[in-house]
């Protein structure tokens, strides 16, 4: 059971700070239910979750995480999907995001950055489908990024940048 203050993830909800453990005095709910009072961290709005909800939860990761994966970022193999097929595409991402690992976003937003690129050289542009990953992807990482670093969530993409330039620079010495 998670305490109250701790942040959690909540489904594909994003980074959500536990607010509250009980009962809810809402009509029509069962009042005997235990339920967790989220308040969503970067979106406006709260989340009565019983206890015992079927939806994915897990703690945010840790600041120690965070920096592992960041090492990690310059070395994940890009996922390789060349499905043409809009819906079979949109399966194949929805399969990285449930299982709700940071790993396997970073490996979403790796390889349609590697897409893109491909795309722009070829003078075309990115789908619709994979710039909609890319977005869920990318919030999700920056949303739990930002809490586990303890900085804003917009400043999480130039963190990482500078890490992986000290990576890179660290490596060829």
Do not use: W
Not at 32 to 59: C, H, W
Not at 135 to 142: E, Y
Not at 157 to 172: A, D, H, L, P, S
């Amino acid at each position: 059971m998670y305490k109250i203050g701790e942040f959690i993830i909540y489904g594909n909800n994003g980074v959500c700070e536990v607010i509250d453990v009980g009962s809810i005095n809402i009509s029509g709910i069962n009042k005997d239910k235990i339920y967790y009072t989220l308040k969503q961290i970067y979106e406006n709005g709260s989340i009565f979750a019983p206890i015992d909800t079927r939806v994915f939860m897990r703690g945010v990761i840790t600041y120690e995480e965070a920096q592992q994966l960041i090492e990690r970022i310059p070395f994940i193999k890009e996922v390789e999907c060349s499905e043409k097929n809009g819906k079979l595409l949109e399966n194949y991402y929805k399969k990285f995001l449930e299982s709700h690992e940071c790993i396997d976003l970073l490996s979403i937003i790796s390889s349609i950055y590697d897409k893109k690129d491909n795309a722009i050289n070829s003078g075309k542009k990115l789908g619709q489908i994979d710039e909609k990953f890319m977005k869920i992807a990318t919030g999700l990482i920056h949303d739990e990024f930002s809490v586990a670093l303890g900085i804003p969530r917009e400043e999480v993409q130039t963190y990482i940048n500078e890490k992986i330039k000290e990576i890179k620079k660290n490596r060829v010495i």
